[in-house]
């Protein structure tokens, strides 16, 4: 494990000038650095470029010898390619940046964003559901977009065939933020040609991902991470009982935001997975005005969670463990698996703190033989 010999006392600052933003570009783009290791190298050095002068290091230490970060001239053509193509980049920490975002452990460094920003700063709530959704549930996602418009949401879904681009045209005029799986400048699907165009005049277009990157599946995971991540709430209005949409619901669960479904015929699969999530919990839908109550009500929780967790979160302060690095990073491989488990029932199980725990998973992702996945979640490299 690397150690800085003079780390920064001071949390990272936003980048404030052009030459800054290339080099959070040249970090994020940088093989084996995730949203996460993103941030707890800025933790560790204080700006991208003092990240970037000890990432080889990092490597070295984490058994990479010819590890090479970035280049300058590619990052300069990325953000080149980004203005080109009419787009703006929003940065962690930045005003624009949404709040809620930033809160989680693996969230995105950087956004690029065609649009209106503002959006970013309204209350937000999400709709996704199938790609081949029946003509009752676009019939429910477009009466739901709308009705979320009038009350003052903005409506935020993914830009896919079915439910989503019934959502997005139908809040079109209110408000609709369309989280991309590939690069700002490349719409998918084809058909959503003109309707991502559409957003991107009237609404806001937003991406993590490189200028002209073509989606690919593991793309579609990350990205969902995102809807759910900048959105109050996420409704799911048709979901099959594995589909890409329950996967959003389950990261929605584990960031603390509110899941609610519309309930459908139990012979339709289209129907199964939202009515297994209310089956196992969610809140029911049938109008806007149900959504609107759960707001609510998740508010009031907050505020009465937030007032419980004090004591405890002093508590958990207290505690120290002392696993030395490489046998904590021994324990860390035996103990995973190719199936992804939550960070913090990694440090559970192993007895371990936050603080011993990040640094060890940094080194392990650089070696790569860990693999980090949206919503806090680790596994070992396939």
């Known amino acids: 494990m690397f150690e800085d010999t003079h780390p920064s006392t001071h949390p990272p600052l936003p980048p404030t000038t052009e030459d800054d933003r290339i080099s959070w570009l040249r970090l994020l783009r940088s093989r084996r650095v995730g949203?996460?290791?993103?941030h707890r190298l800025m933790q560790e050095h204080g700006n991208a470029q003092v990240a970037l002068e000890a990432l080889p290091e990092v490597a070295r230490n984490a058994g990479v010898n010819t590890y090479v970060p970035c280049t300058l001239e590619a990052a300069e053509m990325e953000y080149a390619a980004g203005m080109h193509a009419g787009a703006r980049l929003i940065c962690w920490g930045e005003t624009d940046y949404p709040v809620a975002l930033?809160?989680?452990?693996?969230?995105?460094?950087?956004?690029?964003?065609?649009?209106?920003?503002?959006?970013l700063q309204k209350r937000r709530v999400a709709i996704v559901g199938a790609r081949n959704a029946s003509s009752l549930g676009l019939r429910m996602a477009r009466a739901l977009a709308h009705e979320l418009t009038?009350?003052?949401?903005?409506?935020?879904?993914?830009?896919a065939r079915g439910v989503d681009t019934a959502a997005h045209k139908a809040a079109l005029d209110g408000g609709t933020i369309a989280v991309m799986a590939g690069g700002i400048d490349v719409i998918y699907p084809a058909e959503n040609t003109h309707l991502g165009q559409d957003i991107a005049a009237r609404g806001l277009c937003v991406s993590e991902q490189p200028i002209g990157q073509t989606p690919q599946a593991r793309h579609?995971?990350?990205?969902?991470?995102?809807?759910?991540?900048?959105s109050e709430a996420v409704v799911v209005v048709e979901a099959a009982a594995k589909s890409g949409s329950l996967i959003t619901?389950?990261?929605?669960?584990?960031?603390?935001?509110?899941?609610?479904?519309?309930?459908?015929?139990?012979?339709?699969?289209?129907?199964?997975?939202?009515?297994?999530?209310?089956?196992?919990?969610?809140?029911?839908?049938?109008?806007?005005?149900?959504?609107?109550?759960?707001?609510?009500?998740?508010r009031d929780l907050a505020l009465?969670?937030?007032?419980?967790?004090?004591?405890?979160?002093?508590?958990?302060?207290?505690?120290k463990t002392c696993q030395q690095?490489?046998?904590?990073?021994?324990?860390?491989?035996?103990?995973?698996?190719?199936?992804?488990?939550?960070?913090?029932?990694?440090?559970?199980?192993?007895?371990?703190?936050?603080?011993q725990m990040t640094p060890a998973l940094t080194d392990?992702?650089?070696?790569g033989r860990i693999t980090r996945h949206p919503g806090g979640l680790v596994s070992l490299a396939h």
């Open 150 to 159: 009038e009350g003052g949401f903005v409506v935020v879904s993914g830009l």
């Open 220 to 230: 579609f995971p990350t990205r969902n991470r995102i809807i759910s991540g900048i």
């Open 364 to 367: 392990l992702e650089m070696s």
């Open 304 to 319: 009465k969670k937030q007032t419980a967790d004090k004591p405890e979160s002093k508590q958990h302060s207290s505690k």
């Open 102 to 119: 930033s809160q989680l452990t693996d969230a995105p460094p950087l956004l690029w964003a065609i649009g209106e920003p503002v959006l």
């Open 325 to 355: 690095p490489d046998a904590l990073r021994r324990l860390i491989l035996d103990h995973l698996s190719p199936s992804p488990l939550a960070e913090d029932q990694l440090i559970r199980d192993l007895a371990s703190s936050a603080a």
């Open 35 to 38: 949203p996460s290791t993103f």
């Open 249 to 298: 619901a389950r990261t929605a669960l584990d960031q603390g935001r509110e899941v609610l479904a519309v309930p459908g015929h139990p012979f339709d699969a289209r129907a199964s997975g939202c009515n297994m999530l209310i089956r196992d919990g969610a809140r029911l839908v049938r109008t806007g005005a149900d959504i609107a109550e759960a707001l609510q009500g998740q």
